[in-house]
T-cell receptor, first 111, second 112 residues
């Protein structure tokens, strides 16, 4: 198993550009989530999914979209990047009854 | 709503010292409690968990006990090593979706 794979690892965007952060897991986990990590604030939940075709908003969803067309993939879309979205983004997945497995993160800078 | 409060870091210890990182929480319902560890440049790894009151989670010499009466889940280790240097996050989850709520993290630096 590769676990949770995030791409890219690093990205620099200009304000107003759009992009998709990719997340894939090969463990057949039903639950997947996106978090952002900012200094002094821990990790905050952006969006989550409890299965293919089902997504919901977390604590800080504004400016982000997600979809879950397959169990394996859970991409995060930034529609129009803003400097406030400069952060480290983590994708995570888990099976029923167990803790989350995290990817290694994507460091995004918006200039 | 749910929240997790951790002691502020950084915590600097000498190798073989005793470690305690405090964590308290507020939650609706009956949360599961977790400690995650993040090594430099990496994602978070689950260190240990407890799912009900008085449960003790343990892993790699680390322990934490779910104390419902004090709403706490303090992380302890009897003898830290340089390799334990990392950021430690306390977290809780509630509900069927098990969304995680994290504390702000505590950086541990262990020196020789």
């Amino acid at each position: 198993n590769a676990g949770v794979t995030q791409t890219p690892k690093f990205q620099v965007l200009k304000t107003g550009q759009s992009m998709t952060l990719q997340c894939a897991q090969d463990m057949n986990h039903e639950y997947m989530s996106w978090y952002r990590q900012d200094p002094g604030m821990g990790l905050r939940l952006i969006h989550y999914s409890v299965g293919a075709g089902i997504t919901d908003q977390g604590e800080v969803p504004n400016g982000y979209n997600v979809s879950r067309s397959t169990t394996e993939d859970f991409p995060l879309r930034l529609l129009s990047a803003a400097p406030s979205q400069t952060s480290v983004y983590f994708c995570a997945s888990r099976p029923e009854g167990y803790g989350y497995t995290f990817g290694s993160g994507t460091r995004l800078t918006v200039v | 709503g749910n929240s997790v409060t951790q002691m502020e870091g950084p915590v600097t210890l000498s190798e073989e010292a005793f470690l305690t990182i405090n964590c308290t929480y507020t939650a609706t319902g009956y949360p599961s409690l977790f400690w995650y560890v993040q090594y430099p440049g990496e994602g978070l790894q689950l260190l240990l968990k407890a799912t009900k009151a008085d449960d003790k989670g343990s892993n790699k010499g680390f322990e934490a006990t779910y104390r419902k009466e004090t709403t706490s889940f303090h992380l302890e280790k009897g003898s830290v090593q340089v390799s334990d240097s990392a950021v430690y996050f306390c977290a809780l989850s509630t509900g069927t979706a098990s969304k995680l709520t994290f504390g702000t993290g505590t950086r541990l630096q262990v020196t020789l």
